[in-house]
């Protein structure tokens, strides 16, 4: 019986995917929710799952790698209507550095990842979703990761049951993992 080893695994891995042309790069997986995002020009961050422990609090991500943003969708979700009013909705990705105060005022827009028209959040019996593949956002070590959703206009986001629902998708080098060694 043949033992391989993790870095011989890794090697292997990597010659497969620059011989097919692909990025040998781990996908990690986001999700956050928005709720109470409605009124005119309310700007409003995802909650990754946590518990905030004050409501100025931004919750984010500390990344402990460079990596890319590479693509994102966003639903809303209203179990008996749509977001009502005259307005649009923009969802960004914002960053911070990580000695930085968790208050909004700390982070700053890296890019856009959807956004949603009037016409498109008010159609009746629907919730609006988009996806988004290609993007290239760089995000770098150290920087606390946030996602909001910017109010332009009166949205009314129906009532307290509707939230945005939020994932986005980074690359991380294979070369930002390090594999574990042994002595022996």
Known sequence: MSVTTA????????????????????????????????????????DFGGIKGHA??????????????IGGSVKYVQ??????GAGSLVVQAAVSAGMALGATASFAS????????????????????????GLSIAL?????LAVRSVATGAVDNGDNDSQLCISMQLAVPQSKFVLPTTHG
Do not use: K
Not at 28 to 34: E, Q, S
Not at 79 to 84: A, E, F, I, K, Q
Not at 140 to 144: E, Y
């Open 140 to 144: 770098t070590a150290g920087q606390c």
């Open 7 to 46: 870095r011989a695994m890794l090697s292997d891995y990597n010659n497969y995917c620059i011989q097919s042309g692909l990025d040998p790069a781990v996908i990690l997986n986001y999700t956050a929710t928005i709720t109470s995002f409605g009124g005119t020009g309310n700007t409003t961050y995802g």
């Open 110 to 133: 890296v890019g856009e990842l959807v956004s949603f028209s009037n016409a498109e959040l008010t159609v009746a019996s629907t919730n609006v979703s988009r996806s988004v593949t």
């Open 79 to 84: 179990h008996n209507s749509p977001v009502t």
């Open 56 to 69: 100025s609090n931004v919750p984010s991500i500390l990344l402990p790698w460079d990596c890319l943003l």
